[in-house]
């Protein structure tokens, strides 16, 4: 990982803003987070009193809070472009050795790979499977055909599933690495 902050960091934290702009007012607000939750539930057919959807609900909550407790600098329950960017340049793409943290166990980045995770794996049982990954890109717009090709160059072991360090090496590299030929950059989508 450089000790700068690169165009293709920029790029793809720009990327996954606009992704999670779910309804394109160019902030990031709770319903933004609870949309997506509500489009895989219904995608899932998950009734809302469930235990899957309940739970999808608590973690989307409580990424939302730690977003907010950190990003939402003025407190008005939006989240800036400027307030995105800022964060995550001091908490994914600052040299860790000079700060002396690990990235790996950045509260952050974990709580955005579980969040993830939990959203990806429709049935709870650890792997994430074709159709769950279409699932989770067709919530953030991106298409089928995009999503079915990058499972296959995600999917590094060939046995048709996602595990969860395989998501979790995706998530990480699409935040912490400025390597362009880094497959977790297309994680979320063509940049």
């Known amino acids: ?13 720009i990327h996954m803003f606009e992704l999670l702009d779910v309804d394109g007012n160019g902030v990031l607000e709770y319903d933004d987070f609870r949309m997506v939750v509500d489009t895989m539930a219904d995608e899932r ?12 609900l608590a973690g989307n909550k409580r990424l939302w809070k730690m977003f907010s407790r950190h990003l939402d600098i003025d407190n008005d329950g939006q989240i800036t472009l400027a307030e995105w960017l800022a964060f995550h340049i001091k908490a994914f793409v600052s040299d860790p050795v000079a700060n002396g943290l ?9 709580s955005t790979a579980k969040f993830f995770l939990e959203l990806l794996d429709s049935d709870g049982d650890g792997v994430v499977s074709v159709e769950d990954y279409v699932m989770f890109c067709g919530a953030y717009n991106v298409g089928e055909n995009e999503a079915r090709i990058g499972f296959e160059m995600f999917d590094r072991d ?5 595990s969860q ?13 400025d390597d362009p030929e880094s497959l977790g950059n297309l994680f979320f989508g063509n940049l």
Do not use: C, H, W
Request: hydrophobic share 35%; charged share 25%; proline share 2%.
């Open 1 to 13: 990982m450089a000790a700068r902050f690169t165009d293709l960091q920029k790029d793809k934290l």
């Open 45 to 56: 057919g998950l009734d809302r009193s469930s235990r899957r959807y309940l739970s999808l």
């Open 102 to 110: 690990d990235p790996k166990f950045s509260s952050a980045l974990n």
């Open 158 to 162: 060939g046995n048709g599933q996602l």
């Open 165 to 177: 360090e395989e998501v979790i090496t995706m998530v990480q590299e699409f935040y912490l690495s």
